[in-house]
């Protein structure tokens, strides 16, 4: 079973040109501008309805549900990317700080407050109440993406 399911892998990988991390390793310097790439789509989904939250720019229900519900996608992304390849490279820009792989379980532990976080923003969403989610946004900041910024990546 579990040979015929490999098999199957292996002709989709050879069918598709596409071969699964199993059958060969990313490169770490791949990782590094998937991760960024990732958390640059984030800022592109939160910076507007942060603007939003703090008054900067006119409220817009859609698009507030729109993007919380892309975070809620794009937030299980770059994790991955913090593989322990990328620990120590040379000649590769990257803001990581070497707590991610020092402190693994608080690194987990900022992501999973970062997920819950948008999750009370998509819940928020659906009741309408815009005092109620602004604030929920203005958390997906301060207890998310601020959160992490402070202890695992380095500042410019
Ligand atoms: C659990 C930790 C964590 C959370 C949560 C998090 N980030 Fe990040 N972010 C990082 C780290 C670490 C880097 C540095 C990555 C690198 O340079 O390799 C980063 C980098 C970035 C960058 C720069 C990307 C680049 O091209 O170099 C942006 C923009 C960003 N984050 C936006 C956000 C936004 C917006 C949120 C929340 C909606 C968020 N991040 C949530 C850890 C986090």
Known sequence: ???RLMLAGFAVALATGYTLPA???VKPETLV???QAAMTLQGKYFGPIAGMAQGKIPYN???VARNAAYLDVLNKMPWDGFAESTKDLKDVKTAALPAIWNEPAKFKDAQEKFQGAVSRLVAATKTGDETNIKAAI???GKGGCGNCHQNFRQKD
């Open 1 to 3: 079973m579990k040979k």
């Open 23 to 25: 059958f060969s390793q």
């Open 33 to 35: 501008k998937q991760r």
């Open 61 to 63: 229900a859609e698009v």
């Open 138 to 140: 203005l958390e997906v």
